[in-house]
């Protein structure tokens, strides 16, 4: 028994280590790639002795909900520790080079306190206590529906065109806003870019082969119709969660990856000088979707809530 609670003990030690790490590693590929690279994209350099201290107290007052979902092992809590990785440990780095307004601060940890303790009280369940009914005619009707939208685009607007590349997709974005496409084929498409890369991980849990592989072939048909980095960005965490989540089902790793994939890059534009991991790891993945949260603060604090007056006008 005392030999369990100093495993523990040490468990939560290195997790708290390890967030530590992360974050001073994050904050040093912000100051030396992200921010002078693309900076230009609304990112902020803002050496304020108050912001830093605010992003420090923000992190270390959230670290004992952060280790406990760190050590909680269940698949909700993997989950939990992939989004604290991927968007509360960058958005303290934001605070704390970037001019943010208090109460946007405060909103954040309001926001992120709240998920963390529902996600520790919130009791587990099994998903395995029924039975799935293997012909699901919903679920089957949604795929085909959906596999059958990106099928007739691809066709109709590209010939059936499989695109690979990740750097070039800029002419098949401006090419895509020529499409005069029906209003049902945009909304089905937005749908399916995030529901086929899960019919696709759902199918290799079922270990039908065949039907990941066509799955799979559609994903790619849809990534060379408008060439959208989130088609692949999302069929890359599908396949990452999938691996996580199933094989390795301790979250308590997980940090010690997120270090080595930022040192990678920093080690990358140091060695080498050139920034593709860091494109796709710390801008793109990490910071760039952190501050999406400043976009929504700042679009809905600029404008008069509407609520129902659409249904009365």
Not at 8 to 25: D, E, N, P, T, W
Request: with cysteine.
């Amino acid at each position: 028994m005392i030999n369990e609670k100093k495993s523990m003990l040490g468990s939560k030690q290195l997790c708290f280590i390890g967030l530590i790490i992360y974050r001073v590693v994050l904050d040093y590929s912000y100051v030396n790639i992200v921010f002078p690279t693309w900076g230009y994209q609304g990112f902020m350099l803002n050496f304020s002795r108050m912001h830093i201290n605010i992003s420090w107290l923000f992190l270390i007052l959230l670290s004992p909900l952060i280790v406990k979902t760190f050590i909680k092992n269940n698949i909700s809590s993997n989950i939990m520790t992939v989004l604290v990785l991927v968007s509360l440990v960058p958005t303290t780095s934001l605070i704390a080079f970037s001019n943010y307004k208090f109460e946007f601060i405060y909103l954040n940890f309001l926001y992120w306190t709240l998920l963390l303790l529902l996600n520790i009280l919130i009791p587990s369940f099994n998903w395995k206590t029924r039975k799935e009914k293997r012909n699901n005619i919903l679920s089957k009707t949604i795929i085909i529906i959906l596999s059958v939208t990106i099928i007739s685009i691809s066709y109709i607007y590209t010939g059936f065109r499989f695109h690979f590349g990740v750097f070039d997709v800029y002419d098949l974005r401006l090419e895509a806003r020529e499409f005069d496409m029906f209003p049902i084929f945009s909304y089905l498409n937005a749908a399916a870019n995030t529901i086929l890369p899960i019919i696709f991980i759902y199918y290799i849990i079922q270990r039908k082969r065949l039907y990941a592989i066509i799955i799979s072939i559609i994903i790619f048909l849809n990534f060379g119709i408008a060439g959208g980095k989130s088609v692949m960005l999302l069929l890359l965490i599908a396949l990452t969660g999938f691996f996580l989540v199933k094989r390795l089902y301790q979250s308590r790793f997980f940090v010690w990856g997120f270090i080595l994939l930022v040192v990678s890059s920093i080690m990358e534009f140091k060695v080498y000088e050139t920034i593709y991991l860091s494109f796709f790891s710390t801008y793109r993945t990490l910071f760039l979707t952190s501050s999406i949260y400043l976009v929504l603060y700042d679009f809905f604090s600029r404008r008069v809530f509407v609520y129902f007056r659409l249904c009365f006008f």
